[in-house]
């Protein structure tokens, strides 16, 4: 298991039992800290702040940038972060079962172009396949929508030149 793994799950651990209010994230690094010694090198501060936006980018935590500090309030239930420790457990077990996977096929001398082993890699997971054809049709709707607004703002530029 990866320090990074270890360390995201304690983390997640930790704020499960906790609930905080209008707090900077030095003091809930600081809290982390004195439970778990083993992630006080600077090395883990940004990985630890990289979890913890994520908890902010997915709602969990409500950040309020009113003063000259980041504030923080815990708006998760004790529930949502086990539901989410339980995905991040099951997505680290999915990779390592991928991996045992692929070394498997490396052994067995099997030859697959690089293109029939990604696609045999999406069709025994036909949900996830799914979910990534949502996803590249989506960002290929935003690109599409991003492309549109370069033009648009070309020709305000060029329009201001002359005016």
Known sequence: MSIN???????FNFLS?????????KHIR???????PK???KKFYQNIYSYFMELVNLGLVQKNDQGC???YSSSYS???????INFHKSKMENEVNEE?????????NSILSKQEYEMQDIADFPIL?????GLISKKEAELSILKNEIIVLKRLIINNKYI
Request: glycine share 0%; no cysteine; aromatic share 20%.
């Open 100 to 108: 045992k996977y692929k070394k498997t096929l490396l052994n067995d």
């Open 129 to 133: 396949s799914d979910l990534i054809i």
């Open 78 to 84: 004790k529930i949502d972060m086990l539901s989410l």
């Open 30 to 36: 600081s809290n982390f800290i004195n439970k778990y």
């Open 17 to 25: 039992n906790k609930t905080f209010s209008e707090y900077e994230f």
């Open 69 to 71: 500090t980041y504030k």
């Open 39 to 41: 992630y006080e090198p």
């Open 5 to 11: 793994y270890e360390l995201k799950i304690s983390f």
